[in-house]
């Protein structure tokens, strides 16, 4: 009997990259078929009931199964797009190009396969919350990523003015302790690199 991989999340980036002891499962969940190229976690690789859900996949998978998807970031950038193909909301797309830039980051992949996904991540995390299709207690956590997100691109005016909408959606539902700490975090960092690059 093959027991669980056991794993130890020991920090988290301002992201919520996960940083572990042992094997990360943000590279370890995502899975490709080698036949038809759909790209998932495990409980995703079901029979699909819905005939044309199955056909509108299959079209969207042809191009697809040619391409060679040799990295964990590539399989996560495959299921994003294909969230985009089949309607997904927003937010799932965002995670998924999320995922592709931990990824990159976790396997020391080129700066610019991150930077690329979390631009994408960015844009479709913002598409969701503008679409208002994200739970209400979602806003501050999702305005809060938005932040972090965009300090990581280098765009302090977006990530100051995403945590300006983190406050405002903080005084409208009451943000947990553990946010509140990420967020002053975060402001502490930015904090440090204007005097940095005042000095």
Same mark, same amino acid.
């Given at each position: 009997m093959q027991l669980p991989l056991r794993v130890r999340i020991v920090e988290r980036d301002d992201d919520f990259c996960p940083r572990t002891l042992g094997r990360n499962p943000v590279l370890a969940a995502i899975h490709r078929c080698p036949g038809c190229g759909y790209c998932g976690v495990t409980a995703e690789f079901a029979p699909i009931a819905e005939p044309r859900t199955a $056909?509108? /996949?299959?079209?969207? /998978?042809?191009p697809i199964a040619a391409e060679q998807l040799r990295t964990i970031r590539q399989r996560y950038e495959c299921r994003a797009r294909l969230d985009v193909s089949l309607g997904e909301p927003s937010q799932r797309?965002? &995670? @998924? #190009?999320l995922k592709a830039a931990w990824s990159a980051?976790? $396997?020391?992949?080129? @700066?610019?396969?991150?930077?690329?996904?979390l631009r994408k991540a960015a844009q479709y995390f913002a598409l969701a919350l503008r679409a208002r299709s994200v739970a209400t207690s979602r806003v501050p956590v /999702?305005? #809060?990523l938005l932040g972090a997100l965009h300090r990581r691109l280098g765009e302090r005016d977006e990530t100051y003015r995403w945590l300006a909408k983190l406050d405002e959606s =903080?005084?409208?539902?009451? =943000?947990?302790? %553990?946010?509140?700490? %990420?967020? &002053?975090?975060?402001a502490a960092r930015l904090?440090?690199? =204007?005097? &940095? =690059?005042?000095?």
């Open positions: $056909t509108k /996949l299959h079209r969207v /998978l042809v797309i965002g &995670d @998924a #190009y980051r976790i $396997t020391g992949e080129p @700066a610019e396969h991150e930077q690329a996904n /999702l305005c #809060y =903080s005084a409208q539902e009451a =943000s947990p302790q %553990w946010l509140s700490n %990420w967020r &002053d975090r975060l904090r440090a690199e =204007s005097d &940095d =690059s005042d000095s």
